[in-house]
């Protein structure tokens, strides 16, 4: 298995004949962002879209002003403009407040979420906003519980009661009685840190088999053409995940610069940087 087989398995499976051209070559270059979406990683989840909750599927569509909530023993996330990532933990209710592309703001009812903003399609800035609380971030991973948040890594920005708490990697800020302390995570914090990243690096996959799916037929030629099996798509996009490549070598092989190629190297940098993260935590 050659880089020129990488090649085409981590991008060039969407990589378009050079044949194609005029509106097919347009269409097929294209790669428009899925404002939000629903995966559900286990159990019942529900979804109310402004005519009450009903049962929702995974891969549903989202919109603002929806509301999602998980059931007992459920799980999770919500997608939104492919650049931030909110798991939903068993009992937990979102309301999507701001869908904008600049700024995302999210309603937290009830339960725990752990959210991931990744930046990567030009979102600037994630609140997640409880009763009491809101959680500011610009580019990190954090939880938020109804009394808790939690910052697996810096920057995170905490406002409570109009005054604001700025919080390192590895703080929590707690609220007992009225009163909010900063305290250090433990040993379990830092234990559902891991597991959330690895639930994080699931819907970063999702995203990133969702570009293929843009590109259907053309991804069916590029299969068709190159012999490439899914299980050898697997294969080498686990290699890649663990960095056994170099993305940047593997674009510029790319005989096709197109938006989705771009995003599919972006996706997997940030698996390879969270599965890093995950290492290096004890």
């Known amino acids: 298995m050659g880089k020129s087989i990488i090649t085409y ?5 969407i990589v378009i004949m050079l044949s194609i051209g005029g509106f097919a070559y347009y269409t097929a270059t ?15 989840v529900q979804a109310d879209k402004g005519n009450g909750y ?20 459920s799980e999770a996330a919500v997608v939104l403009q492919e650049s931030v990532i909110i798991n ?3 009992e937990t209710e979102v309301y999507i407040k701001d869908l904008s592309e600049k700024n995302i703001r999210v309603a ?11 930046g990567l399609t030009g979102v600037q800035e ?22 808790e948040i939690l910052a697996g890594e810096s920057g995170v920005e905490v406002t409570y009661q109009g005054e604001k708490y700025n919080l390192k990697e590895g703080q929590k800020t707690v609220i007992k009685e009225g009163k909010l302390t900063i ?11 891991k597991a959330q990243m690895q639930k994080t690096i699931e819907s970063l996959k999702i995203l990133r088999m969702k570009e293929v799916e843009k590109h259907p037929i053309l991804a069916q030629q590029m299969k ?8 050898i798509i697997k294969e080498q996009l686990e290699k890649a995940d663990r960095g056994e490549y170099d993305l940047n070598e593997v674009i510029q092989k790319s005989p096709v610069k197109i938006a989705s190629v771009y995003k599919i190297k972006e996706f997997t940098e940030k698996i390879i940087e969270i599965n890093k993260k995950i290492k290096e935590i004890q």
């Open 126 to 147: 994630l609140s997640i906003e409880t009763p009491t609380t809101v959680a500011t971030v610009r580019g990190t991973f954090f939880g938020v519980k109804m009394d």
């Open 88 to 90: 939903l933990e068993p």
């Open 54 to 73: 009903a049962a929702a599927t995974d891969g549903q569509e989202l919109a603002l002003n929806d509301r999602v909530k998980t059931m007992q023993e």
């Open 30 to 44: 294209g790669s428009p962002t899925t404002k939000a979406f629903l995966n559900i990683f286990k159990g019942d």
């Open 108 to 118: 937290q009812n009830s339960g725990t979420t752990w959210n991931k903003f990744t």
């Open 183 to 193: 305290e250090e995570m433990t040993a379990e914090d830092w234990a559902e840190v």
């Open 9 to 13: 398995t981590i991008i060039g499976i």
């Open 224 to 231: 068709s053409k190159y012999q490439i099996t899914d299980e």
